[in-house]
């Protein structure tokens, strides 16, 4: 079946960059719409960005500006580009196909903690 495994996090400080990655992989599948998810301790996870399988973008209202997802088709892979970061986008990130009821397991997550 289809695993999602995400890269890229790290510990950055207040107005620093990271480069989160997300890998596709299973027998036959090809990555359709995907988005970014994150979830910091002791709160829920919210979504955060999302690109559709025509390339269309939209982002929360909490990182619009600062943050940009992008897709690699041939490469199964989607990326986040995180600019700008605050303290407040500590959190563990994912990814996952964003329509209602996909039901696709949940990959590790990977962490960006913005830290001074």
């Known amino acids: 079946q289809v695993q999602f495994v995400e890269s890229g996090g790290g510990l950055v400080q207040p107005g620093g960059s990271l480069r989160l990655s997300c890998a596709a992989s299973?027998?036959?599948?090809?990555?359709?719409?995907m988005g970014w998810y994150r979830q910091a301790p002791g709160k829920q996870r919210e979504w955060v960005a999302g690109?559709?399988?025509?390339?269309?973008?939209s982002y929360a209202d909490s990182v619009k500006g600062r943050f940009t997802i992008s897709r690699d088709n041939a490469k199964n892979t989607v990326h986040l580009q995180m600019d700008s970061l605050k303290p407040e986008d500590t959190a563990v990130y994912y990814c996952?196909?964003?329509?209602?009821?996909?039901?696709?397991?949940w990959g590790p997550g990977t962490q960006v903690t913005v830290s001074s």
């Open positions: 299973g027998s036959s599948f090809s990555i359709g719409a």
């Open positions: 996952n196909d964003p329509r209602p009821r996909s039901n696709y397991p």
């Open positions: 690109i559709s399988s025509g390339g269309w973008t």
